[in-house]
């Protein structure tokens, strides 16, 4: 059986993970397992499923390795698992480590490990970025994250909702 994995970092409200279940599709992938984690997040529970749930000789295909993974150590825990699963892992236009006759040769699982580790400098040089950009956002003055709604009398619970309702509505954008 042929199966892939969608991750997306935020929610459906923020990220459409619907491109990369149409590529997976594409790619031979005949259901998706999805979920919205962060990538270094310790527990997906959806590729746990997946990983679990594998049969030996099954296909798992992905688009990138940071939907599996953005830890090194994450990703070599997974790399084990299909290798002790007799598993094949497509990324597909890139790497496909085939364990379902034994073991995945050395040199692909070495490139594997790299492109995590490429990965992981990814998500740090993101998180380094937004951290400079809300440092630089205080600087000027402004304030990070939501305001708050003061509200000086009693009101009903519809004004109450409306109010989060714009709140939240700010904070999507």
Known sequence: MKTGYA???TNESKQDI????????????ETVYLEYEHGDAVIKEQLSLLLEQA????TI?????????????QLCE????????????????SITMDCRNGHADPMTEAFLQMAGVFSQLELAMIRAR???????????????????????????????????FCLKKKKNK
């Open 7 to 9: 991750r997306c970092s």
């Open 18 to 29: 619907e491109r990369q279940v149409r590529e997976l599709k594409q790619a031979g992938a």
């Open 55 to 58: 049969k030996a000789g099954d």
């Open 61 to 73: 295909i992905t688009l990138e390795v940071s939907r599996l993974a953005r830890s090194t150590k």
């Open 78 to 93: 997974i790399i084990e698992a299909i290798s002790q699963k007799h598993l094949c892992l497509v990324i597909v236009g």
């Open 130 to 164: 937004v951290r400079s950009g809300m440092a630089n956002a205080r600087a000027k003055g402004k304030q990070i994250g939501l305001s708050l709604i003061h509200i000086s009398e009693p009101t009903r619970q519809a004004e109450i909702s409306y109010a989060v």
